[in-house]
């Protein structure tokens, strides 16, 4: 998979960006609040339908402007795929090949893309809610079904907690919303299976492919271990959906005091083992980095499994939280296979790049970017 060209207009600071990335590597340097993270979010919304920093779309908006627009020329499957998203005045528009979709679930997936920043870290050492919305994503974008699913689920336990709360609350309309919740019951527990055995079986494939990512970073010293916490318990869809119902109709009396759905997939974790310590509550700050980037390159393989070819990689500003030995590691796993953008705000965090040789180097100021190449590429362009 590759980006051809991206054009990126009022997105944020950057007012009007067309470039034509190389097919390998691209370096973006430049100081703090220039541009370069916007950049990589504008494409990260591209393979996503929503932006990692943000979930106000108004606010990719560039100061003082009505809309952005972001269009992407990518090479897929042996055949040229072209993809926009545009927001004016809270009217957004998606295409693929000029045709509008309708449905953000038919967007996402046509670019596929992962992103590692040093806020990833919070995936290893952060709450729940990280690695759910890091396995939610990764799912997403290679299965359209497990997204919509995912939507429907949320919007599901949405009405099912509000009903608890006026339940919680008022007295008057208690007895009435009481039997209603019989009614989202069936609903969320439907959903919700399907999501947990999902979950359970991508995880069950990543976990192979983050062990050897692990056991190769750490030279054999670290064994990774993942698997899914839930309280939903069952091997097939009937049997987690009837656990899910039976569950929720005995947890019901402490969740009208509650006022919210104690029970299902919005509540899960995964558990993360190294050496089997518990690496979330455990593990150093070195071992949750090195988990965190093996966790990663999980993803990277994982996707190539699913779709046939490897997704763009984005790294924003993640050579500053390596250490020399880490760098040189992932630059091995990457290089030559896979198009890469590697964000950096200063030339001391990619002197190893430098020598590849594939290679653009792109520098940011106020939202505009330039290209420069680097000195070996110079000197190939004199012997040409």
């Known amino acids: 998979m590759e980006i051809k060209k991206i054009l990126v207009h009022n997105f944020r600071n950057l007012e009007q960006q067309n470039l034509q990335p190389d097919a390998r590597l691209n370096i973006i340097i430049g100081k703090n609040g220039q541009g370069k993270t916007n950049f990589l979010e504008a494409i990260y919304l591209m393979a996503n339908g929503e932006s990692h920093r943000t979930s106000t779309t108004k606010e990719m908006i560039n100061w003082n402007k009505e809309g952005f627009l972001v269009q992407i020329l990518l090479f897929k499957n042996s055949s040229e795929i072209k993809i926009s998203y545009s927001l004016k005045n809270r009217d957004r528009k998606i295409k693929i090949n000029n045709n509008p979709v309708e449905k953000i679930s038919d967007f996402i997936g046509n670019l596929n893309a992962v992103l590692f920043s040093p806020e990833d870290l919070k995936l290893v050492k952060g709450g729940p809610a990280q690695r759910r919305k890091f ?192 760098k040189k590691l992932l630059i091995n796993l990457i290089r030559g296979r896979i198009q890469t953008f590697i964000t950096s705000t200063e030339d001391e965090y990619i002197d190893i790049l430098k020598k590849e040789k594939e290679v653009k180097i792109f520098r940011v100021q106020e939202g505009n970017f330039s290209l420069h190449s680097s000195p070996e590429n110079k000197q190939q362009e004199g012997k040409g």
């Open 135 to 326: 396995i939610n994503t990764e799912i997403s974008q290679v299965n359209s079904y497990y997204h919509h699913l995912l939507k429907k689920y949320n919007n599901i336990l949405k009405q099912r907690n509000n009903l608890l709360k006026d339940i919680q609350q008022n007295n008057k309309t208690r007895k009435k919303n009481e039997d209603m919740i019989a009614v989202w019951d069936e609903q969320i527990a439907e959903a919700g299976s399907k999501i947990v055995l999902k979950r359970k079986k991508v995880i069950n494939k990543i976990k192979i492919l983050a062990r050897l990512m692990q056991r190769r970073i750490t030279g054999g010293r670290e064994n990774l271990n993942l698997y899914y916490e839930t309280d939903l318990k069952g091997e097939t869809t009937a049997e987690v959906k009837n656990y899910f119902t039976e569950q929720l109709s005995q947890n019901r009396k402490k969740e009208f005091r509650l006022g919210y759905t104690t029970l299902g997939p919005h509540r899960d974790d995964i558990a993360l083992l190294v050496n089997d310590r518990d690496i979330r509550k455990y593990g150093s700050q070195g071992q949750q980095r090195t988990t965190a980037l093996a966790l990663k390159m999980a993803e990277l393989e994982f996707m190539k499994s699913e779709i046939g070819e490897y997704p763009v990689l984005l790294l924003d500003d993640v050579f500053s939280e390596l250490d020399r030995e880490r």
